[in-house]
């Protein structure tokens, strides 16, 4: 079964961008109080999902990544493919909707 990985501004690049499959970002923060109640949807769907990747970024200890991609409210989940964000869902989400949102580009 798939985990979470997480990611940074240095392994961002390798883990993402050059994956050959699609992955979910999970844009957060330790004191962000809806990143929270995100965390154990984010860490079902890496546990169910073996079609694409899920990870992690810390907004506050990677900020570079953060601001390449104008990420301004947290939660935010970047879904990429090819090596480019294809869609962001930004607020917390239901589960079905981010899957549906990811699988509709796998």
């Not at 330790?30 to 079902?44: D, K, L, N, S, V």
């Not at 810390?58 to 090819?82: C, H, Q, W």
Request: aromatic share 6%; net charge negative.
């Amino acid at each position: 079964m798939a985990k979470v990985i997480e990611v940074t501004d240095t392994n961002f690049s390798k883990e993402v961008l050059q994956s050959d499959k699609p992955v979910l970002v999970d844009f957060w923060a330790p004191w962000c109080g809806p990143c929270r109640m995100m965390a154990p949807i984010i860490e079902e769907i890496a546990e169910e999902n073996d079609d694409f990747k899920v990870a992690k970024l810390n907004v506050d200890e990677n900020p570079l990544i953060a601001s390449t991609y104008r990420i301004m409210s947290i939660p935010t989940l970047g879904i990429f493919k090819g090596g480019r964000m294809v869609d962001q869902i930004v607020g917390v989400t239901p589960k079905q909707r981010v899957v549906n949102a990811v699988k509709a580009l796998v």
